[in-house]
């Protein structure tokens, strides 16, 4: 839906389109290729999406990690040069301190990476018209303590935007979009909340083509639906060493995504490729923090239905 401004208010300050309303007719076009990724589940009563590619799992544990190193070994060395932390010398004071700061900051990384939960799912139920979010609120201060909570919507109050996000990682100049959740006031376009859906993506198609399959599963149910193999759950070291580079995944798996990959992707592997040095030890940090990571649990009256 194009526009030159947001019909939401507020509006979205990463604001880039409105996609069309969740009630409107849409045409036949919704299929992607890459839509099954982000499905968990969908059957005749609800359809299940993941949010497990918005958190970059592993990040985290592996800066906490080389932090918490670099910090023990500065300690270690002012140990060794007889340098207390009650030495009355501002050197001292300084040091001792920006160790206790540092080592605070890279031990709440890698308890926050290894304590959000596996993925934060949205279910959409089309017998009740409601939807639910699995949602943990995400942040470095360790207190107060987290916990994760569900929020309920009418999907009657739920509308869509695209948000866009632009700028210089220090290599390229980057663009992602993401798919965002807006819950309105009933019969208003005033915002109560929003959600994002889907993040960090470098086309549009992908996230437009999300929402018309949300919006055509709660209006006609599966029958109209294009066939998505829903997501493999499971948690595996190889899958988790290849999460930032699946282009290079020898198995079956790594095959359907490449086959699914276009000009773009493959540009965008490219560039990213020369960066394996990064992307290996963050896929086996993915792997111990999922490892550690808590398994969503929806209330029990929900999944007996």
């Not at 990064?278 to 990571?293: E, R, T």
Request: proline share 8%; hydrophobic share 45%; with cysteine.
């Amino acid at each position: 839906m194009s526009s030159d401004q947001s019909r939401f208010d507020p509006p979205n300050r990463h604001w880039y389109e409105d996609l069309p309303e969740s009630r409107t007719a849409f045409g036949p076009d919704i299929d992607s290729p890459t839509l099954g990724d982000e499905i968990n589940a969908v059957n005749e009563t609800y359809l299940e999406m993941s949010r497990v590619g918005n958190v970059i799992r592993g990040g985290l544990l592996m800066t906490g990690t080389v932090g918490l190193l670099f910090f023990i070994w500065m300690m270690m060395v002012l140990i060794r040069a007889g340098i207390g932390p009650n030495a009355a010398l501002i050197f001292p004071i300084i040091s001792w301190s920006v160790i206790a700061i540092g080592t605070t900051f890279s031990v709440s990384c890698i308890v926050l990476d290894c304590s959000i939960p596996r993925d934060m799912p949205v279910r959409f139920d089309r017998s009740d018209s409601k939807v639910y979010v699995y949602d943990y609120p995400v942040r470095l201060m360790p207190f107060p303590p987290r916990r994760a909570q569900m929020k309920t919507f009418s999907w009657h109050d739920v509308e869509a935007e695209i948000t866009k996000q632009s700028g210089y990682n220090g290599k390229a100049y980057v663009t992602r979009y993401a798919l965002v959740l807006v819950i309105c006031k009933p019969g208003t376009n005033e915002v109560i909340d929003r959600l994002t859906l889907k993040g960090n993506d470098v086309t549009l198609r992908g996230l437009q083509a999300m929402w018309n399959y949300i919006r055509r599963y709660m209006i006609e149910g599966v029958v109209n639906l294009p066939p998505a193999q829903p997501r493999v759950r499971g948690i595996s070291l190889r899958r988790s060493v290849f999460t930032y580079m699946p282009y290079f995944d020898p198995s079956v798996e790594g095959t359907h995504f490449r086959d699914r990959m276009g000009v773009i992707d493959w540009l965008l592997a490219l560039l990213m490729m020369w960066f394996f040095w990064i992307w290996l030890p963050m896929g086996l940090c993915h792997y111990i923090a999922m490892k550690c990571a808590p398994e969503p649990q929806w209330p029990a009256e929900m999944d007996a239905r």
